[in-house]
Nanobody, 126 residues
Framework: QVQLVESGGGLVQAGGSLRLSCAAS????????MGWFRQAPGKEREFVTS????????YYAEFVKGRFTISRDNAKNTVSLQMNSLKPEDTAVYYC???????????????????WGQGTQVTVSP
């Protein structure tokens, strides 16, 4: 069992930056691909970014490419999301997710992640 706790959300003006963190307990994250998803009011949860267990490969949704960066520190059992040039449309609850490395299926799909955090609110004002 993996417990994930997100932090770092808040209110920021458009063009600003935030750094989200996801701390894990229960298991070492070195055996998990990690991802960030987000869910805006009235919308489905959507993929934002994912990083492999080793940190060697990453995937990004088109709408965050060049603005967001995912990273991980397996020694500290943490994953981070650096968000720059934030836009009002980035407003959402952001969730950290973990997927065992032997799990198949698309990394873009919420259904292919085993564990989820409770989420952290990010609000970007115009």
């Amino acid at each position: 069992q993996v417990q994930l706790v997100e932090s770092g959300g808040g209110l920021v003006q458009a063009g600003g930056s935030l750094r989200l963190s996801c701390a894990a307990s229960g298991r070492t994250l070195s055996s998990y691909r990690m991802g960030w998803f987000r869910q805006a009011p009235g919308k489905e949860r959507e993929f934002v970014t994912s990083i492999s267990a080793s940190g060697g490969s990453t995937y990004y949704a088109e709408f965050v490419k060049g603005r967001f960066t995912i990273s991980r520190d397996n020694a500290k059992n943490t994953v981070s999301l650096q968000m720059n040039s934030l836009k009002p449309e980035d407003t959402a609850v952001y969730y950290c997710a973990a997927r065992r490395i032997d799990r198949g299926g698309s990394v873009y799909s919420t259904g292919n992640y085993n564990y989820w955090g409770q989420g952290t609110q990010v609000t970007v004002s115009p």
